[in-house]
């Protein structure tokens, strides 16, 4: 009877071990799926609406009052964009609304289009 009862205690540790490192793993990758998730938005071209607050022509930034943006889980708020290309700052005044497309890269939030 006792080497039946140590058989099953060893048994159970070792299921119980077995769950605990299972549970690790996943762990582990739903940490690699948030950062494919962050990687993936880094790289995608996200579209928002907003309004334009200011423009700073000699640097190329634009701040912008936004609308929530789905595809990167953003409420909508108040944030500074970097123009791709300098011509786009001339489809833009402040107080005017624009559907616009925006990138990351690295630090900084590009947009891209304008429309």
């Given at each position: 009877?006792?080497?039946?009862f140590l058989?099953t205690?060893?048994?159970?540790?070792?299921?119980?071990?077995?769950?605990?490192?299972?549970?690790?793993?996943?762990d582990?990758?739903?940490?690699?799926?948030?950062?494919?998730k962050?990687?993936?938005?880094?790289q995608?071209?996200?579209?928002?609406?907003?309004t334009?607050?200011?423009?700073d022509?000699?640097?190329g930034?634009?701040?912008?009052?936004?609308?929530?943006?789905?595809?990167m889980?953003w409420?909508?708020m108040?944030?500074?964009?970097?123009a791709?290309?300098?011509s786009?700052?001339?489809?833009?005044?402040?107080?005017?609304?624009?559907?616009?497309?925006?990138?990351?890269?690295?630090?900084d939030?590009?947009?891209?289009?304008?429309?």
């Amino acid at each position: 009877m006792k080497k039946q009862f140590l058989t099953t205690l060893a048994l159970v540790s070792a299921l119980s071990t077995t769950a605990a490192l299972a549970q690790q793993k996943m762990d582990d990758m739903k940490s690699m799926d948030t950062a494919k998730k962050s990687a993936t938005s880094a790289q995608a071209n996200h579209m928002a609406k907003g309004t334009v607050k200011k423009i700073d022509d000699k640097t190329g930034w634009v701040l912008m009052a936004h609308e929530p943006v789905n595809s990167m889980g953003w409420p909508a708020m108040t944030m500074s964009f970097k123009a791709k290309d300098k011509s786009l700052l001339d489809k833009l005044a402040v107080g005017k609304k624009v559907d616009f497309g925006f990138v990351k890269e690295g630090e900084d939030y590009v947009m891209t289009t304008v429309r």
